[in-house]
C-alpha cells in the first residue's frame, strides 16, 4: 500500500475499523451543483418508474444505478482532487470503477436496510491477507447532512470486515452487536470495502437522505451495472475518468486489463506524486 496519502491515525482506522471518513471532501458550491443534478436525476427516474408513488422525488428507498450515464455532474467525483490521491494509496494504480449509484432515501421509521456485505455470498468466503490490496470498495459521498441518529445514517460494524458474515435480520431495531451509525454531514465521504458489515438506519426526520457512491475494483474485476459506457458519455471524459471506466483504447487487447503498460502514466499523470512498488 502507498501511504503518502493516508495518516498514521487513518492507516490504523483502515486497518482495525475497516473504514474511513473524509471530512468536507466537497465545497457547498459543489454539493449544490451535485444536489441540484441529482434532484433532476431522480425526478426523471421517478417519472419512469410507475411503482415509485409519492412526491417529485418519489417514495421508499430506492437506488439509481449507471448515474454517470445520467449526468456529467458527476464525472469530477469519480477523481475529485480530495478523495482521489486516498483511493489510489489504499487500493493502487490498477483500478477500475465498477458501478456508480444514486442513492435516495425517504422518510421511514424501520431501519432502510439491513446489514450485509457486498457482491454476495461468494465474495464473504474470500478474506486476503490483511496487508494486501482491496478487492473492492465503494466511496459514498453524502449529498445532506447525517448529524444527528436517525437520519438514514450509514450503519455499519467496525472491525466485521475480518470476521465471515452471518445473516442477521434487525428485529424491533436491533442490531449487531457493536453496530454504530456514522454521523456527517453533506460533503462528507465514507470509503469502505466490501467485507465490512453495513446498512442503513432509520430515517425519523422529515428530510429525504441523498448520497452517491463509486464502487471501485482491481481492474482484472468487470463493473457491476454496465459492460462500457455509450461514446457520448466517454466523449466527455478525461483520459484517466475514460480508463477509470475501463476504456483501454481503440486497439486494446483483452490482456490488456491484467497488465496494462500506460496504467500509471494515465492514473497518475503528473498531478500525482505517488510511487507505487511492485
Known sequence: MNSIYLTEDQKKQWHEEGYLILRQ???SKEIEEVLTAVDEVIESYVQQSPNLQG????????TIIRAIERTHTLDPLTDHPNTFGTIL?????????MGTQIYVRHPDKEQLMGFHTDAGPSLQRIHP???????QFKIQFFLTDLTDKNSANFMCVPGSHK??????NSVNGKYPEGAIQVIAKAGDAVIFPWALWHGVGPNHTDTIRKSVTFRYGQMWSRPYD???LPDDVLSRMTPRRKRLFGFMGEDFHPTDYFKPKDQIEIICGDDWNLSFEN
Open 226 to 228: 454496465y459492460d462500457s
Open 129 to 135: 491477507h490483511p496487508n494486501s490490496l482491496p478487492l
Open 163 to 168: 470476521r465471515p458474515f452471518s445473516e442477521y
Open 55 to 62: 412526491n417529485r422525488f418519489g417514495a421508499g428507498a430506492f
Open 89 to 97: 494509496s489504499l487500493m493502487g494504480p490498477y483500478l477500475q470503477i
Open 25 to 27: 471532501v466537497l465545497t
